[in-house]
């Protein structure tokens, strides 16, 4: 049935192809993106980030950090000991120390993430 025998007064209307974003980029959109970008092959680009994780994964296993600058930090960071609570029965529990990864956001990650809108300029109004 074609758009303009829905009924008298509606006519064809052309749509406009959308491109739908990605809202949730996952490795293989990435591998994808990043191979797209630099026309390199995928298995390149796979093989590059593959790399780089395991780089940034043993430097910080070593209590080390991996700074990038601009895009940010990342790092092992100490969690001292604490009390906790089991949901289920309400009772005090040990939560023991622990070495977690952390990243730290750099300067132009938080610039490009936080966009303010422009602000409009004040026009002054002519006194008469």
Same mark, same amino acid.
């Given at each position: 049935m074609k758009l303009s025998n829905i009924n008298r007064?509606?006519? /064809?209307?052309? *749509? @406009?192809?959308?491109?739908?974003k990605i809202l949730?980029? &996952?490795? /293989?959109? *990435?591998?994808?993106?990043?191979?797209?970008?630099?026309? !390199? /092959? !995928? !298995?390149?680009?796979?093989?590059?980030? @593959?790399s780089f994780t395991d780089n940034v994964v043993a430097e910080v296993a070593k @209590? &080390?950090?991996?700074? *990038?600058?601009g895009f940010g930090t990342f790092e092992a960071r100490e969690r001292a000991a604490r009390t906790g609570k089991n949901p289920q029965? &309400? @009772?005090d529990i040990?939560?023991?120390?622990?070495?977690? /990864?952390a990243f730290k956001a750099g300067k132009l990650f938080k610039d490009a993430v936080n966009v303010k809108p422009a602000k409009k300029k004040a026009t002054k109004k002519a006194k008469k």
């Open positions: 007064y509606s006519r /064809p209307v052309k *749509l @406009k192809v959308l491109t739908i949730h980029r &996952g490795k /293989p959109e *990435l591998i994808a993106a990043i191979a797209a970008e630099t026309e !390199k /092959p !995928k !298995k390149c680009v796979e093989a590059i980030l @593959k @209590k &080390g950090k991996v700074q *990038l600058i029965t &309400g @009772k040990k939560i023991a120390a622990a070495t977690v /990864p």
